[in-house]
C-alpha cells in the first residue's frame, strides 16, 4: 500500500548514543517532515524538506539532523541520545501544492532513552 | 502564526451525528482551515480541508462560517472506530508547517 513508512516502530537507547529513524514515501511527495509527540501534548515539528536537497529547521531542531539525498527517504538522525528526547516520532509527507492537498503520516516511532 | 480553539473533549453515541466546533478569530483571508485526527497509538490522519466553502468528503463534512471566523466537521454517523483525538489546525498557503493544539478528544459511546 502507498504510503508512508518509518522504521523502527520502538527503539531503546543509552544516553549518548546515535541512531538514524528511517521514513520512506512512496507517493512521489515533494515535502517531507519529521514531528515529535510528547504524551498529552500535540505535534511539534524538528525538520522538514521541501524537495531532494533542501532541508530546513522546524521549532526544535536542536539535537537532531536530518537529509534528503532521494525524494523517497528522509532520515532523522539523532546525534547524542539525551533522556529529552524520549518521545514518539511521526514523519510526515505531501505535494508541493498545499492549496489542495493534506499531509499523510507514517505509524511512529517510539523512542525512549534511558 | 493564527491559533485555534476547541472544546477539550466530547462524546457521541454509535451511530449519531457528531458536530466538532472551531473557533479561529483571527484566521487571515489565505489561511486554509484542516482537520486531523488521531487514533491512539497512531500518527495523525487527514480527514478534510476548505477554504471559504462547506466541503464534503467520504470522511466528513466541514462547514465554515460565512466570515470564517469559526468551523465545525461533521461526522454524519459516528462509529466506534472515529474515537479519537480531532485536531483543527489553520494553515497559510506559504506555510509548510502544520501546528498542533491539543485538539478534542472524541468519545463515541457503543
Known amino acids: 500500500n502507498a504510503g508512508v513508512t518509518q522504521t523502527p516502530k520502538f527503539q531503546v537507547l543509552k544516553t549518548g548514543q546515535s541512531m538514524t529513524l528511517q521514513c520512506a514515501q512512496d507517493m512521489n511527495h515533494e515535502y517531507m517532515s519529521w514531528y515529535r509527540q510528547d504524551p498529552g501534548m500535540g505535534l511539534r515539528l524538528i525538520h522538514y524538506s521541501v524537495g531532494a536537497g533542501i532541508t530546513d529547521q522546524g521549532e526544535v531542531p536542536n539535537g537532531y539532523n536530518v537529509s534528503r539525498s532521494t525524494t523517497e527517504d528522509f532520515p532523522l538522525r539523532l546525534l547524542s541520545a539525551a533522556p529529552s528526547q524520549t518521545s514518539v516520532y511521526f514523519c510526515?509527507?505531501?505535494?508541493?501544492?498545499?492549496?489542495?492537498?493534506?499531509?499523510?503520516f507514517g505509524s511512529g516511532t517510539r523512542l525512549t532513552v534511558v | 502564526d493564527a491559533k485555534t480553539t476547541q472544546p477539550n473533549s466530547m462524546e457521541s453515541n454509535e451511530e449519531e451525528p457528531v458536530h466538532l466546533p472551531c473557533n479561529h478569530s483571527t484566521i487571515s483571508g489565505t489561511d486554509y482551515i484542516h482537520w486531523y485526527r488521531q487514533l491512539p497509538s497512531q500518527g495523525p490522519e487527514y480527514v478534510i480541508h476548505g477554504l471559504t466553502s462547506n466541503v464534503n468528503n467520504r470522511m466528513a463534512s466541514l462547514a465554515i462560517a460565512e466570515d470564517r471566523k469559526s468551523s465545525t466537521l461533521i461526522l454524519h454517523r459516528a462509529t466506534l472506530r472515529d474515537a479519537a483525538v480531532y485536531y483543527c489546525?489553520?494553515?497559510?498557503?506559504?506555510?509548510?508547517?502544520?501546528?498542533f493544539g491539543a485538539g478534542t478528544t472524541v468519545t463515541v459511546r457503543a
Open positions: 489546525i489553520l494553515r497559510p498557503p506559504d506555510d509548510y508547517k502544520l501546528s
Open positions: 510526515a509527507s505531501s505535494y508541493s501544492d498545499r492549496t489542495n492537498y493534506g499531509y499523510t
